[in-house]
T-cell receptor
Framework: ETGVTQTPRHLVMGMTNKKSLKCEQH?????MYWYKQSAKKPLELMFV???????ENNSVPSRFSPECPNSSHLFLHLHTLQPEDSALYLC?????????FGSGTRLTVV | AQSVAQPEDQVNVAEGNPLTVKCTYS??????LFWYVQYPNRGLQFLLK??????LVKGSYGFEAEFNKSQTSFHLKKPSALVSDSALYFC?????????????FGTGTRLLVSP
C-alpha cells in the first residue's frame, strides 16, 4: 500500500447510473489529484485540489464532479457517463515534490 | 505548456543486459523530471526524480536517469535488467518556475525483459 487508498478497485456502471469514486490519504499531504488513464494515451490530469480548494479543472466534462471535503478525502462523482469514459482513474496526493498514487479504480461504462 | 515524449511503445531486453527507456521533454521554465513505474492493476510507483544538482540521478531498484539539458532528455537506465523489471514506465515533467501543481506524463513505455 502506498498510503493513498482508492475504492472501489473495480466498477461497472450503466450510462444512466450515478456512482462515486473515493480516495483517502493520511500522509498529511495538502494537494490531491484525479488522473484518467486510458490505453495508449498519456495520463490526463482532471482535477487538482490544494487545501480543499479546487485549483485546476482541466476542461473535464460536467458528468464528472469532484468533491474534496477535507485534505484527506477526495471524491469523484459520476453521472450519465459514456462508454469512452471507461478507464483507470488514479488519485494522487502531493507534499513537496513527492507524488503518491493510489492503485486506481478500473471503471467500465456499459 | 509542458509536454513529454516517450518515443518507444515497447522496449525488449534480455535479462542481464543493460536497458534504456527514452524520454524527452518540453517546458518553458526549469524542468522537474520524474520516472514512475506501473505494474499490472496497480497505481504508479515513484522511481526517481531530478530537481536540481547532479545530472545523474539514482533511484529505486537500481534504476538511474541522466538529465541532459541540451538534448532535453531524461532517459531511464539500468545496467542489468531483471525479469521483474517488466512493467509500464512513465516519464513526467513539471514546470518548476510557475508554481503550478500540474505534472504532465508521457504515454508510457512497456518494458519487457525476457529470461
Amino acid at each position: 500500500e502506498t498510503g493513498v487508498t482508492q475504492t472501489p478497485r473495480h466498477l461497472v456502471m450503466g450510462m444512466t447510473n450515478k456512482k462515486s469514486l473515493k480516495c483517502e490519504q493520511h500522509l498529511g499531504h495538502n494537494a490531491m489529484y484525479w488522473y484518467k488513464q486510458s490505453a495508449k494515451k498519456p495520463l490526463e490530469l482532471m482535477f487538482v485540489y490544494n487545501f480543499k480548494e479546487q485549483t485546476e479543472n482541466n476542461s473535464v466534462p460536467s458528468r464528472f464532479s469532484p468533491e474534496c471535503p477535507n485534505s484527506s478525502h477526495l471524491f469523484l462523482h459520476l453521472h450519465t457517463l459514456q462508454p469512452e469514459d471507461s478507464a483507470l482513474y488514479l488519485c494522487a496526493s502531493k507534499a513537496g515534490e513527492g507524488y503518491t498514487f493510489g492503485s486506481g479504480t478500473r471503471l467500465t461504462v456499459v | 505548456a509542458q509536454s513529454v515524449a516517450q518515443p518507444e511503445d515497447q522496449v525488449n531486453v534480455a535479462e542481464g543486459n543493460p536497458l534504456t527507456v527514452k524520454c524527452t521533454y518540453s517546458v518553458s521554465g526549469n524542468p522537474y523530471l520524474f520516472w514512475y513505474v506501473q505494474y499490472p492493476n496497480r497505481g504508479l510507483q515513484f522511481l526517481l526524480k531530478y530537481i536540481t544538482g547532479d545530472n545523474l540521478v539514482k533511484g529505486s531498484y537500481g534504476f538511474e536517469a541522466e538529465f541532459n539539458k541540451s538534448q532535453t532528455s531524461f532517459h531511464l537506465k539500468k545496467p542489468s535488467a531483471l525479469v521483474s523489471d517488466s512493467a509500464l514506465y512513465f516519464c513526467a515533467v513539471r514546470d518548476g518556475n510557475t508554481g503550478f501543481q500540474k505534472l504532465v506524463f508521457g504515454t508510457g513505455t512497456r518494458l519487457l525483459v525476457s529470461p
